[in-house]
């Protein structure tokens, strides 16, 4: 089993509605969990950062973090068609190197 | 600010032949990895840098070796090509130093072996 999962989709919705992308995780020493987006061809770009368990919110998106049920979300409001992207979880532990563990990743197509 | 840069972008080699991927940053960042992405499995870690004159194995090392030249500049090489090692390539950089860095990606080398 894979330390982090993540629903490959693909997810299709129209636009201006809300989005939920999720990952489940099973290491307990993860701390740090963060969202990529990635469009195509390109590399993937930090899109949000959370420390611990809690929602932290960056204009139309907002990140939770569950450590008591090891469970992450990102929510998109008002999706645009400019959303339509890779979104990948990744998460690390407390040592302080950058190296991460990610999802597969979700692709999410938003219709005009 | 060119951030991560990495050189090729695309790339075909005969399944034997060796080759090596470039990557630089001028972001000052101490550590630097080589990711590869496959469909299906997400970013899988092949080799990192802490630090200049050091280097760790990942999640994947196995038909690659890197060389940290110095504190820009991260290279992933190939000595002898297999098809498995058909991927996309991501280079990396962050900050050490504390627990709460996250990295920054380049802008991918695309690989085929044929």
Not at chain 1, 23 to 47: D, I, V
Not at chain 1, 66 to 80: A, E, G, P, V, W
Request: hydrophobic share 30%; proline share 4%.
């Amino acid at each position: 089993q894979k330390e982090v999962e993540q629903d490959p989709g693909p997810l299709s919705v129209p636009e201006g509605a809300i989005v939920s992308l999720n990952c489940t995780y099973s290491n307990s020493a993860f701390q740090y969990f963060m969202w990529y987006r990635q469009y195509s061809r390109k590399g993937p770009e930090l899109l949000m950062y959370t420390y611990s368990s809690g929602n932290k919110e960056d204009g139309r998106f907002t990140a939770q973090v569950d450590k008591s049920s090891k469970y992450i979300s990102l929510f998109i409001r008002d999706s645009q068609p400019s959303d339509s992207a890779t979104y990948l979880c990744a998460m690390k532990g407390s040592s302080n190197t950058g190296k991460l563990i990610f999802g597969q990743g979700t692709t999410l197509q938003v219709k005009p | 600010n060119a951030g991560v840069t990495q050189t090729p972008k695309f790339q075909v080699l005969k399944t034997g032949q060796s080759m090596t991927l470039q990557c630089a940053q001028d972001m000052n960042h101490n550590s630097m990895y080589w990711y590869r992405q496959d469909p299906g499995m997400g970013l899988r870690l092949i080799y990192y840098s802490a630090s200049e004159g050091t280097t760790d194995k990942g999640e994947v090392p196995n038909g690659y070796n890197v060389s940290r030249l110095n504190k820009r500049e991260f290279s992933l090489r190939l000595e002898s090509a297999a098809p498995s090692q058909t991927s996309v390539y991501f280079c990396a950089s962050s900050v050490t130093g504390y627990s709460g860095n996250t990295i920054y990606f380049g802008e991918g080398s695309w690989l085929t072996v044929v």
